[in-house]
């Protein structure tokens, strides 16, 4: 049985002490992005990095939400440059310059925490570290917009509206969810939108918001291993994932970096 109860729009209405499960879910995955970052130097293959997560989740006594998902057999999804999301880790060696989204879900007393960020193997260029910015902005402005009686139209406007500005793309064929003692929920969360659009905000939400935006065009396709999506143009991509939890005056983010290293997770280079 899942706790709480649905609204009229289906979405599952959790009650005020559920918020202690999910601060812990999401401290381990937020703390777990943390330490990664050292891993983050070229030369290194995505599949150490994933190992180095596992056994950050298995000594904290936690699960992995993504190993056995639909198939899916790693602890992490790892996406460089152009991958817009679910880059498999494997034998590649990440090269100095890349860009890249490391995507982690942890489930701890059957509570789910799911958080993302960008990384870069040494210095990011001038265009590159522009659009993990942007992107991260993107995600922000997002969250500012959630509070009870807010839709979910505003935040995927409000995420839209600062992309475009920016003379950046949204991309639509992937969106945040609803999530807690599951994985995947209702709703879908669109990162663009229209103002007022969509269910109503309520205390005791819980969902992400995970907006990938592009330097191109926003359309993505699928390579042939099923999973990894990239951009159809080869623009690159970037992605930032916050879980968060509608209170009775705002948010509370679940997934904050216990080391204050959400973004940047690089040192800026002098100017
Ligand atoms: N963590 C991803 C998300 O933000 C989902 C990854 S599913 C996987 O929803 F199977 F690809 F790992
Ligand atoms: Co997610
Ligand atoms: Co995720």
């Known amino acids: ?14 009650s005020p002490e559920d918020f202690a499960g999910m601060r812990e879910a999401g401290k381990l995955a937020a703390d777990i992005l943390d330490r990664i970052a050292a891993h983050v130097v070229p030369g290194v293959r995505t599949i150490d990095i994933d190992n180095a997560i596992l056994d950050m989740i298995k000594e904290a006594g936690a699960t992995s939400a993504t190993i056995g998902y639909k198939g899916y057999q790693h602890a992490s999804c790892i996406s460089i440059n152009h991958v817009v999301c679910h880059g498999i880790p494997s034998d590649k060696k990440i090269k100095s310059g890349d860009i890249l989204n490391i995507d982690v879900t942890v489930i701890v007393d059957g509570w789910f925490g799911d958080t993302s960020r960008m990384y ?25 917009q959630v509070r009870p009686g807010n839709t979910f139209g505003d935040i995927g406007a409000a995420i839209q509206r600062y992309a475009e500005a920016h003379r950046c793309s949204v991309v639509r064929d992937f969106c945040g969810h609803g999530l807690g003692r599951v994985f995947h929920a209702a709703p879908n969360v669109l990162h663009y939108g229209r103002w007022g659009s969509g269910p109503v905000l309520e205390p005791g939400m819980f969902f992400t918001i995970e907006p990938m935006i592009n330097l191109g065009r926003p359309e993505t396709k699928i390579l042939a291993d099923d999973w990894t999506a990239v951009t159809k143009d080869r623009s690159l991509s970037a992605q930032f994932e916050h879980s968060v939890g509608v209170t009775e005056t705002g948010v509370e983010i679940f997934t904050i970096s216990p080391a204050g290293t959400f973004h940047p997770t690089w040192d800026r280079a002098e100017a």
């Open 1 to 14: 049985m899942l706790p709480g109860r649905l609204n009229k729009d289906g979405i599952r209405i959790y």
């Open 120 to 144: 870069v193997a040494g210095q990011p260029n001038r265009k590159a570290e522009r659009l993990i910015d942007i992107t991260h902005d993107c995600l922000m402005k997002g969250i500012e």
